[in-house]
């Protein structure tokens, strides 16, 4: 009994950890569709996929200590997103490194050409963000194949 209970509040503790890791990564969300509104433009749906290879690049930078768009085995975002099984005709990614929270991430990605370039890409549909160990944070827009 004593040892199942143990395993109720690891588990508890768990999930309130992993719930609690998403949350940045979700006001980001919140964030650029309410940017993106102020400009006359369409909100973003959370896809799992772009969720996926962001939180691989990001993680692949936190592993072995680099900070970039390419990988360490070279790979584009939008190889990443394909490694998914995502067909896109838009890709585009925002990277970020240092900002403790969602609101420091979007002012230092408004405040870049490039970046602002994506945040208000007019055919995206659809994103997937992460926050990684390290303030590592990583933004995938896209729109799959056919919505173009």
Known sequence: ????????????????GLAARGEPAR?????????RAERGLAALEISP???AAAEAHGRDMAQRGFFGHAGSDGS?????????????CIV???????????RAVM???IGSKGHLRNLTLPKA????????????WVMVLATRMGGC
């Open 27 to 35: 006001e980001v969300v919140q964030l650029t569709n309410a940017f």
């Open 49 to 51: 996929a772009l969720e």
């Open 92 to 102: 585009a990614e925002n990277i970020a490194k240092g900002q403790r929270d969602a």
């Open 76 to 88: 584009s975002v939008g190889a990443r997103v394909k490694r998914q099984g995502y067909r896109f």
């Open 125 to 136: 549909r659809e994103i997937g963000v992460i926050r990684q160990r390290g303030d590592i």
């Open 1 to 16: 009994m004593r040892f199942a209970l143990r395993w109720i509040v690891v588990l508890g503790l768990l999930v309130v």
């Open 107 to 109: 002012r230092s990605w």
